[in-house]
T-cell receptor, first 118, second 112 residues
Framework: SQTIHQWPATLVQPVGSPLSLECTVE??????LYWYRQAAGRGLQLLFY??????ISSEVPQNLSASRPQDRQFILSSKKLLLSDSGFYLC?????????????????FGAGSRLTVL | AQSVTQPDIHITVSEGASLELRCNYS??????LFWYVQSPGQGLQLLLK??????LVQGIKGFEAEFKRSQSSFNLRKPSVHWSDAAEYFC??????????FGAGTTVTVRA
C-alpha cells in the first residue's frame, strides 16, 4: 500500500533562518506531488505541485521554493524565513485515475508539518 | 476560475443529532467534488468524492453527500453524529487536471 511521510512534524525557527521540509511517498511510482499551506483559521492554499522530477509549478509568488530531486521525494525550502511563513504545511500525492473516460486526481495527504517562525 | 464556498465557519451539534455541512462551488463544467476531514493537528483524510453518476454519494464514517447541479452545491450529511466527528471539514472542487480548490473549512464541535 502507499504511504506518505512528512518531517519534521513540528518546527520552530527564527526569522531569517533557512527551512527544509521533506516529504516522501512509498508504494507508488511517478506520483503527482503537492505542497499546501494552511494558515490559522484559513483553508488550504496550493503552493507547489509537481508532475515529475524537476517539473515543478509554483502557484503563488512567495518566499518559498520546492524541489523534487527524486521521483518520490518533494522538498519545501526557504533561504530566509519570514513571520508570515508560519503555518501548517501539508504534502500530498496523487495518481491520475481514469473514471468513465475522464481523469481525476484524488489527493492523499501527509500528517503535516507545523512551522512557527518567531 | 473554480472556487468553493463553505458558508458556515463553525457548527455546534449535539451527539446523536444530525449534521449538514454546506458547500457551494463555482465551476464552468462538470466538477469533481470532494469532502475531506481534518482532525486537530493531523493531515486531511478523504471522506468521499463525486465524479459522475448517482448524485448521492456514500463515504466513510457514515457520511454522505448530495450533488445538486441546479444549486451548485455538494452538501455533506450525517444522520447521527458521534463525538469523534468533531473536526474540521473541507470541501474541494477540481477540474480534470492537477489542482484542487479548497473551501475555508467548517469546524464541527460535538457537545455531549
Amino acid at each position: 500500500s502507499q504511504t506518505i511521510h512528512q518531517w519534521p512534524a513540528t518546527l520552530v525557527q527564527p526569522v531569517g533562518s533557512p527551512l527544509s521540509l521533506e516529504c516522501t511517498v512509498e508504494g507508488t511510482s511517478n506520483p503527482n506531488l503537492y505542497w499546501y499551506r494552511q494558515a490559522a483559521g484559513r483553508g488550504l492554499q496550493l503552493l507547489f505541485y509537481s508532475i515529475g522530477i524537476d517539473q515543478i509549478s509554483s502557484e503563488v509568488p512567495q518566499n518559498l521554493s520546492a524541489s523534487r530531486p527524486q521521483d518520490r521525494q518533494f522538498i519545501l525550502s526557504s533561504k530566509k524565513l519570514l513571520l508570515s511563513d508560519s503555518g501548517f504545511y501539508l504534502c500530498a500525492w496523487s495518481v491520475l485515475r481514469t473514471f468513465q473516460g475522464s481523469g481525476a486526481n484524488v489527493l492523499t495527504f501527509g500528517a503535516g508539518s507545523r512551522l512557527t517562525v518567531l | 476560475a473554480q472556487s468553493v464556498t463553505q458558508p458556515d465557519i463553525h457548527i455546534t451539534v449535539s451527539e446523536g443529532a444530525s449534521l449538514e455541512l454546506r458547500c457551494n462551488y463555482s465551476y464552468g463544467a462538470t466538477p469533481y467534488l470532494f469532502w475531506y476531514v481534518q482532525s486537530p493537528g493531523q493531515g486531511l483524510q478523504l471522506l468521499l468524492k463525486y465524479f459522475s453518476g448517482d448524485t448521492l454519494v456514500q463515504g466513510i464514517k457514515g457520511f454522505e453527500a448530495e450533488f445538486k447541479r441546479s444549486q451548485s452545491s455538494f452538501n455533506l450529511r450525517k444522520p447521527s453524529v458521534h463525538w469523534s466527528d468533531a473536526a474540521e471539514y473541507f470541501c474541494a472542487v477540481g477540474p480534470n487536471d492537477y489542482k484542487l480548490s479548497f473551501g475555508a473549512g467548517t469546524t464541527v464541535t460535538v457537545r455531549a
